[in-house]
């Protein structure tokens, strides 16, 4: 009987993990150039919170990101745009030592996302902003030389942001 019971649990969450992938594809998530349906799927599962300061788990493992008052943030470098939201919330997250690829972010709400390599900003090598994808906001991709890599959050309204960092290149 439990043996049924854990069956169809499973049965039942494979179903509803397939059918949001389904459903996000459906509604524009694969529409850009980069899908980002297999994360809005797992976007909906529970996410394990960071906060300013933590680092990442796992590359393209999502996580849910407690933002705290943007003044109270240290910064690796400063930001590369000034945001316009105030108050503005913020964070700092670390990945460590990664070897050189393209790394691309997926940001659930509006944010300014920046990558430090050695402690320098690495430059954009693309950004889209996605249209009908419920629960993502943009895509930014960064191509890297390898090193050591913080992720900074900054300049959003909201105090959480979901966020998926995962190597693509």
Known sequence: M????WIAGVIFASA?????????????????RWPV???VA???????????????????????????????VSFVHAPARQGKA?????????LGPEPA?????????GAWIDLAENNDLTK?????????CPGVNKVVRFRTAGGPLTLQISGSYGKTIKLAVERVE
């Not at 105030?86 to 670390?94: E, F, R």
């Not at 954009?124 to 009908?132: C, I, L, T």
Request: negative net charge.
């Open 37 to 39: 349906s297999p994360t």
């Open 86 to 94: 105030n108050p503005a919330y913020a964070a700092v997250l670390k």
């Open 101 to 109: 690829a393209t790394y691309q972010i997926i940001a659930s709400t």
């Open 16 to 32: 509803a993990l397939g059918s949001s992938a389904s459903h996000a594809a459906a509604n524009g998530c694969d529409t850009g």
């Open 42 to 72: 797992k976007f909906n599962a529970a996410l394990p919170a960071l906060g300013s300061g933590d680092s990442l788990p796992a590359l393209g493992a999502p996580v849910m990101v407690n933002l705290v008052p943007q003044t109270e």
């Open 2 to 5: 439990i043996i049924a019971r």
């Open 124 to 132: 954009s090598a693309g950004y889209e902003r996605v249209q009908d």
